[in-house]
């Protein structure tokens, strides 16, 4: 069974910085595409950022751009998302996605029906 396990969303003031991390289990992350989202309260869904492992491809949305880095931990099935000059905008639900890609190319998918594989998510508020 695979499992996705987000952790580090807290309570940050604006301008400070956090690190989500996404823990997997049952699932090696070689030739899988890795996704952020972010759900804020009556808002949809969107993308955040997305990296391909094995090519190390990587997308942010306009609104990160940055700010926000997104990392694969090599020899580990850890992504993490490193989030910096955080703003009362970023607060939301932030999901971890994961799904098979293909261990060549670098297609890294941002729609949310694209990933297979969801965690939980992790709360992260910012206080302006």
């Known amino acids: 069974e695979v499992q996705l396990v987000e952790s580090g969303g807290a309570l940050v003031q604006a301008g400070g910085s956090l690190r989500l991390s996404c823990a997997a289990s049952g699932v ?6 890795i996704g952020w989202f972010r759900q804020a309260p009556g808002k949809e869904r969107e993308v955040v950022s997305c990296i ?3 090519g190390g491809n ?3 949305t306009d609104s ?6 997104v990392s694969t931990d090599n020899g580990e099935n850890m992504v993490y998302l490193r989030m910096n000059s955080l703003n009362p905008d970023d607060t939301a639900v932030y999901y971890c996605a994961a799904t098979f890609v293909g261990i060549s190319g670098s297609y890294c998918p941002i729609l949310g029906h694209e990933y297979r594989f969801w965690g939980q998510g992790t709360q992260v508020t910012v206080s302006s």
């Not at 090696?28 to 595409?33: I, M, R």
């Not at 990160?64 to 880095?69: L, S």
């Open 58 to 60: 990587t997308f942010y």
């Open 28 to 33: 090696n992350f070689d030739g899988y595409a």
């Open 64 to 69: 990160v751009k940055g700010r926000f880095t």
């Open 52 to 54: 391909k492992k094995n």
